[in-house]
């Protein structure tokens, strides 16, 4: 018997629910990223489960778009956080908070 | 045809924007070169057009060049409509236009602003071709606004005396007062026919089967707010007070705007508008009235004004009176006749005035005048050709229009009952006496000036003068297109003019054909002989009074307190001032200043600065510079979309 | 092949827990990359084989190497004091609990409303083909993004920023 899509999908939630603990937790700017790249990843599972589930491909189709727009962003935000270690020499978000007033 | 017409308009605004934009760093004879060049050639296409629609035997012809406005199902074209009525008009505007321009060039060459004035005067004769061509109400609007701006742009033409400026806010204003009403019917008309479209709103007019009403139908309500705008444009009562002071701009702009044209817009639009008034009996009655009241109340004015300008504003108000008498008893073509001799012999007026005037170094008040006939005899000979039109003086131009009014309002198909020919033959007395007392004091009796003075006056350059003599002829023999029926000859202008009233209700066409048909014979001669004995009464009075005991404008403050209060114009400026301005101002500066601005506006303005900043303390603690506290609220939003996914799409 | 896919599922939350609780950076973007090479086989096994071996490429490649490059630029062997604020954590971890509660409740009710198990099995033509045609505008409007990701990274690259972050600092 094959396995459900249903249980790819709560892996799926596991899996986002852990990256927001992470995101919420940790204060280590780079590791909170890693966290966001990890809820990204949950979605992408998600998506392909249900693209499985409706035999449509339009799931894996927006899983390679997000798959593009995530290395976007790890290339800005990354650049972004060279940016604030410079300035700071510090990569605690507790730490940071010039955007107060 | 179509490339014909829309230049008509185009030229002199071209010859504005030329001469409003460069004309500074023109010559001055460039300057009216371009001016009178572009009304010239308009005026030459005028004519054109008139020969090609008399040989093409239409009713009328509807040129749309573009869209204009389009808003749902409300549209408007920018489009023209060439009739009769719009062909006459079209041959008075650009004719007397163009020998108005002519004339300015001598009158104004001294002048500082040359170029501004002939900008004007092209931007006012485009305005004013815009108004007579359109084919639909809201353009039509726009050539009413476009000479009401530039009436007031050439009112306060000597911006730098107080006394022009505010004549041309008071037109301003004025007008505007009487535009609200026009608006207003404006809408109502398209809320009622859902077009404004001359030929869509007359035929539906005609289709949906609108009757004569006998009460304030709709058709009324329309009417009446129509007049109100057409009382402030052209100067009825109760809104006539701005044009004697008018008077304060050059006087081309007094013959060509506050005489000849722009002031007729309001009859022309009525005349367009007949459809609806014959439709409205009681509308026509105020529109009657009201022009009746006007023409015999202004003339009384004249009678004892001092400066020679007045004189004749008086008689303006008093002549587009008539004009609206004529309206009011359904002859509109009498209307439209009169507006035409109308607007040569009072340009005449105007023009010779001015021709007096710049010999005399800006001196208007008659008192200083008298026996200028040896020094302007031109100037003089052309005068008593308009005086004579004006008076009403058989052969004359005025005499026939005039007359046509008078019996028309005497056998009134309307309400049938003589008011307004008893307060028109009245009025027609009290012009020809206030006219001849003008031609007296001015150009006869012994010379009040100094022999300084004297010495300087001369006739007018010979671009003036030939001007002059134009119009004399226009008003001596421009009333030979509508005879009266007595003579035998057929009146060709009411013929001309017939496809235009092709809107009006079968009913009431045959009831106007059976009053007028149904006259006795003689009757129509006898009041023309009533007229005739009514001016030359008129005459005989200024004569005694004025050439035998030569009487001068002082003498006149010798009948006490009939005179204080016809010289005073009854004190109506004052009573406005009273009773309108002052409480506005009052409730202007208590109410609306100290109260609305200060206290509403002001507080809602300020209390919404409070509000924000109070409510941005608080929230501003939100922004604590933590960027994990935003994660958690951006969760906290997750949670809220979530839960209304599952109330809203989760069964 | 079942047993494979429950090992692999396993092993990605094994791995992302693992990422709660590193206290050295370097360890965290490893077990990063394993839990992304484990969804790249769950992928896979899903006949999503084009997405999956992107994801081993893009992600647990090209992104990882970026996240290392970083770290070892930044910090490479500093360890954190702790792994995460004492004070607030049981409180995250309580509105998370309830996101997950609520996702799960999305997921139980959608299951019940969709339970066609469609067998058409898809291959990467069928996948190119509606991406180059339904999704042509979508797919060249990423790229512009990419192409505009590039150029802001060369500019937050370039030494000069720093004045003017500095600046900001400042005031």
New interface residues.
């Given amino acids: 018997?094959?396995?459900?899509?249903?249980?790819?999908?709560?892996?799926s939630?596991?899996?986002?629910?852990?990256?927001?603990?992470?995101?919420?937790?940790?204060?280590?700017l780079?590791?909170?990223?890693?966290?966001i790249?990890?809820m990204l990843?949950a979605v992408?599972?998600s998506f392909?489960?249900y693209?499985?589930?409706?035999?449509?491909?339009?799931g894996?189709?927006y899983?390679?778009?997000v798959?593009?727009?995530?290395?976007?962003?790890?290339?800005?935000g990354?650049?972004?956080?060279?940016?604030i270690?410079?300035?700071?020499k510090t990569?605690d978000?507790?730490d940071?908070?010039?955007?107060?007033? | 045809m179509k490339t014909l017409l829309i230049f008509i308009p185009i030229l002199p605004l071209a010859g504005f924007l030329l001469n409003g934009i460069f004309g500074r760093s023109f010559p001055k004879k460039l300057v009216h070169r371009i001016a009178i060049g572009t009304t010239g050639i308009s005026f030459l296409l005028v004519v054109i057009t008139f020969f090609k629609f008399l040989s093409l035997h239409t009713e009328s012809i509807v040129i749309n060049y573009f869209t204009w406005i389009k808003a749902g199902d409300f549209v408007a074209n920018f489009g023209f409509l060439l009739d009769p009525l719009s062909m006459v008009m079209l041959l008075v505007v650009s004719g007397v236009g163009f020998l108005i321009h002519i004339y300015s060039i001598g009158y104004m060459w001294n002048d500082i602003g040359y170029n501004r004035f002939f900008a004007y005067l092209n931007l006012f004769m485009f305005s004013m071709l815009v108004l007579v061509l359109a084919n639909n109400y809201l353009l039509l609007f726009v050539g009413w606004e476009g000479v009401g701006l530039c009436s007031y742009l050439l009112i306060g033409f000597y911006f730098h005396k107080k006394s022009a400026s505010d004549a041309g806010k008071k037109a301003f204003i004025v007008n505007r007062i009487g535009d609200f009403g026009f608006v207003v019917g404006l809408m109502l008309m398209f809320f009622t026919f859902r077009s404004l479209d001359f030929n869509t709103i007359f035929t539906s007019i005609v289709k949906k089967g609108y009757g004569v009403e006998s009460g304030w139908g709709v058709l009324t309500v329309i009417a009446v707010l129509l007049f109100i705008g057409a009382t402030g444009k052209s100067a009825q009562i109760p809104l006539y007070v701005w044009l004697p002071d008018a008077m304060e701009g050059p006087t081309p702009v007094s013959a060509l705007i506050h005489a000849a044209t722009m002031v007729t817009a309001g009859v022309y639009m009525i005349t367009r508008s007949n459809a609806i008034y014959s439709r409205a009996p009681h509308a026509l009655f105020i529109v009657g009235l009201i022009g009746s009241l006007t023409a015999l109340y202004a003339a009384t004015i004249g009678i004892f004004q001092r400066d020679i300008k007045r004189v004749l504003a008086y008689s303006t108000v008093s002549q587009l009176g008539y004009m609206f008498t004529a309206l009011g008893v359904m002859a509109f073509s009498a209307g439209i006749f009169h507006l035409m001799t109308h607007a040569f012999f009072k340009a005449l007026l105007f023009l010779g005035s001015g021709s007096v005037i710049l010999a005399l170094h800006h001196e208007q008040d008659m008192q200083n005048m008298g026996g200028l006939k040896k020094y302007l005899p031109i100037t003089c000979l052309s005068m008593w050709a308009a005086t004579l039109a004006i008076s009403g003086i058989p052969i004359f131009a005025g005499f026939f229009s005039k007359d046509e009014i008078l019996w028309r309002s005497k056998i009134d198909p309307v309400k049938g009952h003589m008011i307004f020919y008893i307060l028109g033959t009245v009025a027609a007395l009290i012009t020809a006496l206030y006219m001849f007392r003008l031609m007296f004091l001015t150009f006869h009796g012994k010379s009040r000036m100094s022999e300084e003075k004297l010495s300087h006056v001369h006739e007018s350059p010979k671009s003036m003068t030939s001007v002059l003599i134009i119009l004399a002829i226009l008003s001596t023999i421009g009333g030979f297109v509508g005879m009266p029926g007595w003579t035998g000859f057929p009146n060709v202008f009411e013929k001309f003019l017939d496809p235009v009233f092709r809107f009006m209700p079968q009913k009431v066409v045959s009831h106007l054909h059976h009053v007028v048909e149904s006259q006795p014979a003689g009757k129509e001669l006898l009041v023309t002989l009533i007229s005739i004995v009514v001016a030359g009464l008129g005459v005989l009075i200024a004569y005694i009074i004025y050439i035998k005991k030569e009487a001068l404008p002082k003498d006149e403050e010798k009948l006490g307190f009939i005179y204080k209060l016809i010289y005073n114009k009854y004190y109506v400026d004052e009573i406005y001032n009273f009773f309108v301005i002052q409480p506005i101002k009052w409730f202007s500066t208590n109410v609306l200043w100290k109260i609305v601005d200060v206290a509403v506006i002001d507080g809602i303005v300020n209390g919404y600065a409070y509000l924000t900043e109070g409510l941005s303390t608080v929230v501003a603690r939100i922004q604590n510079g933590f960027i994990r506290s935003y994660i958690g609220w951006i969760v906290l939003g997750g949670i809220g979309i979530l839960y209304y996914i599952i109330l809203n799409f989760i069964r | 092949m079942n047993i494979l896919v429950y090992v692999f599922a396993v092993l990605s939350v094994i791995f992302a827990i693992n990422m709660l609780f590193q206290k050295k950076m370097v360890n965290v973007a490893l077990s990063l990359m394993g839990c992304m090479a484990s969804l790249a086989v769950l992928f896979i096994s899903l006949y999503a084989t084009f997405v999956g071996l992107l994801q081993l490429v893009v992600y647990a490649g090209a992104v990882m190497v970026l996240f290392l490059i970083i770290i070892s630029l930044v910090d490479p062997f500093g360890k954190i004091k702790y792994a995460f604020s004492s004070k607030l954590w049981a409180f995250f971890t309580g509105i998370v609990g309830i996101i997950f509660g609520l996702l799960v409740y999305v997921i139980y009710k959608s299951h019940k409303a969709i339970n066609t198990i469609a067998s058409s099995k898809f291959d990467i033509k069928a996948l190119s083909h509606r991406l180059f045609t339904v999704y042509l505008l979508p797919f060249e409007v990423v790229s512009i993004l990419i192409m505009v990701g590039i150029i802001g990274a060369i500019y937050f690259g370039k030494k000069n920023l720093d004045s003017g972050e500095k600046d900001e600092d400042n005031s």
């Fill in positions: 018997m094959r396995i459900t899509p249903d249980f790819f999908v709560i892996l939630v596991i899996l986002f629910t852990i990256g927001l603990i992470g995101v919420l937790i940790r204060r280590n780079i590791i909170i990223f890693m966290f790249e990890l990843n992408n599972l392909i489960a693209s499985y589930k409706l035999g449509q491909v339009d894996q189709i899983v390679f778009f798959m593009v727009l995530a290395a976007v962003e790890v290339a800005v990354l650049g972004l956080i060279m940016l270690y410079r300035n700071k990569l978000v507790d940071i908070n010039i955007m107060k007033n």
